[in-house]
């Protein structure tokens, strides 16, 4: 691939920038290099500058600005993203949206909620407790809602209550030329019109900068318990969740992790699960339906050899139980503490989840590298993270290799190259595999949105 070729802000731009907003343009080389990568193995690529902004006017402004210079603007959530999202591959100017992190307004009657692009899933939730109602989009990390519905995440949730895609009812969008847009109006369904709002949900910031969302949002259930089994093999693990699938058994969550991630969050949340493969599951409902859901769910993992069926209903027990959940990632690098993590994600339908996940973890054993499995497999989505030493291109290409096989098998099988991590530039080579000629098409929506190709250039397509 081409070296990208930098399009770096001009000082006429840096001044017009630190006139708009004084002390919040920082070119600064340590918060440019904070702001040049993710969470992931891809290389840092720093921003010329970084503006931290606070209205939808002030993005919009400084859209203004950099296409007058046609300089790139990189968007900037929390920067949990992990296919290298954030880079500035090309220079530029990365908005950071944490400052925009209000509470627009919340609609109970309407179970709905707007919110600015900088609000993280957790500040959402925890301002919704004291009213009766959630938000249930989780992915692992305490992303800002605008990195979420930029990056179409997800999470252990999305078996019952759907992705970003379901999430998002309309955005704010600022567009490539400074232009504010609102997609969709407050309704739960409309006919009218193209979709614009599932346009930008998913562009990882390549169509333009969500400003400000509408999301729908849900009653806190009656009653919510959650329970863990070990199994004999994943492949018991994983037919115990086709069966509770095709049973209808609306599950709220329903997450896998072998072996080596239970042996992780053991040592990691000093948790004394058997090193198993490990179902953790969570049942909302009212009381009776929470009973009934989780006798049918017991019956089935014992048909399938489940052991130590142990229930969590206290909240506390269940917060400890999804904390060590969340930080799998975490509990995983901490098995090899000299090591950063690749990992990546695929989904498949569920027909097909116990032979990519028993194909994936044969590839392991037969591998030198250490590597967990741990899955939303409600969804038919798993994720495989990789240890590997900074610096060294022997684990670095063991771990691609075996990523690219991880991928291969889910296209092969009906399914695509990420449930959930996304593009970036990891996995730009895949989505034109996935999709062969209809990538034309998104690079014909992509130049006739951005025909100066300054909102995260080098991402998702190339163009
Ligand atoms: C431990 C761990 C666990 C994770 N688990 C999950 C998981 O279960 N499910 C899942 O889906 N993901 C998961 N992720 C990945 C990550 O948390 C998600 O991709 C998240 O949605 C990124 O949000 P962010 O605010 O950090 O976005 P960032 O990383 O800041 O940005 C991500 C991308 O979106 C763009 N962007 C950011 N904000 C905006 C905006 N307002 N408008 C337009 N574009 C924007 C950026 O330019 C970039 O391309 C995990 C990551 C970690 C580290």
Redesign the pocket.
Known sequence: MDKPVRRTAPPELIAELKTLLGERLSTSGAVCEQHGH??SYHETASPDAVAFAQSTEEVSAIVKACAKHRVPV?????????EG??AALEGGVCID?MGMNKIVSVRPEDLDVTVQ??V?RKQLNEFLRDQGLFFPV????D??L???????????NAVRYG?MKEAVLSAT?VLPDGQIITTASRAKKSAAGYDLTHL?VG????L????ELTLRLYGIPEAISAAVCSFPSVEAAVNTVILIIQSGIPVARMELLDETSVMAVNRFAKLDLLEKPTLFFEFHGSQQGVAEQAETVGAIAAEEGGERFTWAAKTEDRSKMWQAR??A??AALALKPSCKGL?TDVCVPISRLAEAIGDTRADISQSFLTAAIVG?VGDGNF?TIFLIEPGNEKDLSEAKRLSGRMVERALAMGGTCTG???I?TGKMHYLEKEFGPAVDLMRTLKRAIDPLNIM?PG?VIRV
């Open positions: 993710d969470e990189v968007a900037f959530g929390t920067g949990t993203s992990l999202h954030v949206l692009a900088g993280t989780d992915p692992g990390a992303a800002s605008g990195g979420m519905a930029a990056t179409r995440a997800s999470g252990t992705t969008v930008f562009c990882e910031g390549t333009g900068i969500i400003t969340h930080d990632y975490y990992t939303h994720h959930e991590h996304g970036g995260n991402k």
